[in-house]
């Protein structure tokens, strides 16, 4: 999946170097590279496309980001008071309208971010890019760190519990039987797709199913595109630094998945989708 999905990314990564690279590239992003491309009247049709899927594609975003805050601040999350203590009293208790209060406060926060105005949104970005490279290292030390322990599965995990009942499961450490019981594809059910009651019926995913998903991770080369007239030099600044963008995201994953696999058991990886916590 990683090469599959990297193979496509690449692909337009190089030609869009070969655009900016035989033209001079000015303010506008992507919609003056499209212009440029294919003239006025089909890259204004190419742009409202582009921009209408930039809109579903900022709705996914903030569904991602959402559903990865609720299991820290949802009902009973790990970051709140258990019960009905706390900050935890105040949430909803449906959880419709608790995904729906933190969607609105992050669309709330961007439109912000938007109205200020370019400046923001260029220092917002470098906050979350040192927020999130932080996160990253310090999943990939924490690897390194951690003894053989049991983890407590999810409370919203019914598929387990039908399986294992109170069961815990297992993070074994860096251990060669550990890598060698993951190195091999096994498709099951993914358990969040249950309802919150856990009613409802689910069948084992796919390939196709697991690549929707992973192939979120490896788009967002417009980055740098997007960007074109803030930059110096644009014409080499944004192959040189997409490509090299890549190329660090490409060994993340690589290292990601290794220390994953040396270290968590199937049943960890399949039945607790936060277990890099």
């Not at 655009?19 to 440029?36: C, D, K, M, N, P």
């Not at 209408?52 to 949802?74: D, M, P, Q, R």
């Not at 096994?186 to 929707?212: E, H, K, M, R, W």
């Not at 030099?233 to 090299?244: K, M, N, R």
Request: proline letters at 3%; glycine letters at 10%; hydrophobic letters at 50%.
């Amino acid at each position: 999946m990683l090469a599959i999905g990297y193979t496509v990314v690449v692909s337009t990564v190089l030609s869009i170097s070969a655009i900016v690279t035989s033209t001079t590239v000015e303010g506008g992003g992507v919609y003056f590279l499209v212009s440029r491309s294919v003239g006025p009247e089909f890259g204004g049709a190419i742009g409202v496309i582009f921009y209408v899927a930039n809109i579903f594609g900022c709705a996914s975003y903030v569904t991602g980001f959402v559903e990865a805050a609720e299991s820290n601040l949802g009902k009973g999350g790990s970051l709140l008071t258990a019960g009905t203590s706390g900050l935890d009293a105040l949430l909803p208790g449906d959880p419709y309208w608790r995904d729906f209060l933190y969607t609105t406060a992050v669309l709330v926060f961007c439109l912000g971010v938007v109205l200020v105005g370019a400046n923001l949104f260029a220092k917002t970005t470098a906050i979350i890019f040192v927020l999130v490279f932080v996160a990253i290292f310090a999943a990939l030390f924490s690897f390194g760190f951690s003894a053989e322990k049991n983890i407590l599965p999810p409370s919203d995990n019914c598929v387990w519990k039908a399986m294992q009942g109170n069961a815990t499961l297992t993070y074994t450490g860096f251990a060669w039987s550990t890598f060698t019981s993951n190195i091999l594809p096994n498709f099951t059910a993914d358990y969040t797709v249950l309802a919150n009651d856990c009613t409802g019926t689910i069948s084992p995913v796919d390939f196709q199913y697991v690549f929707a998903i992973f192939f979120n991770g490896c788009i967002g080369i417009m980055a740098g595109v997007n960007i074109s007239g803030d930059l110096k030099d644009p014409s080499h600044a944004i192959p040189q630094g997409t490509l090299f963008a890549l190329a660090v995201t490409f060994g993340i994953y690589i290292l990601l998945f290794t220390f994953s696999a040396f270290t968590c058991t199937r049943d960890l990886l399949i039945h607790n989708v936060n277990y890099l916590q």
